[in-house]
Nanobody
């Protein structure tokens, strides 16, 4: 079992940057795929990015590809999401999830409480 906690959200102007962190506690963090998702009011939670257990494989949604970068430091049990070129439509609560299998976009059994990102125009 793994417990994850997100941090790093805040208010930023369009075009700005933020780095989110997903800190994990529990056993065998390095064996989990970690994904970032976001949810805006009135919308379903959507996939943003994911990273494999070793950090060698990453996957992004088309909407963030080229602007966001996901990385992980297994020694610190932390996954990062560097977000550049933020757009107002990126305003959402961002969640990280942990998965032991499934596809990049599904199979996440452990979730954090989320961190709010607000992008002003």
């Amino acid at each position: 079992q793994v417990h994850v906690v997100e941090s790093g959200g805040g208010l930023v102007q369009a075009g700005g940057s933020l780095r989110l962190s997903c800190a994990a506690s529990g056993r065998a963090f390095s064996t989990y795929v970690i994904g970032w998702f976001r949810q805006s009011p009135g919308k379903e939670r959507e996939f943003v990015a994911a990273i494999g257990w070793s950090g060698g494989s990453t996957y992004y949604s088309d909407s963030v590809k080229g602007r966001f970068t996901i990385s992980r430091d297994n020694a610190k049990s932390t996954v990062y999401l560097q977000m550049n070129g933020l757009k107002p439509e990126g305003t959402a609560v961002y969640y990280c999830g942990a998965s032991h299998g499934g596809s990049w976009k599904s199979g996440y059994g452990y979730w954090g409480q989320g961190t709010q990102v607000t992008v002003s125009s």
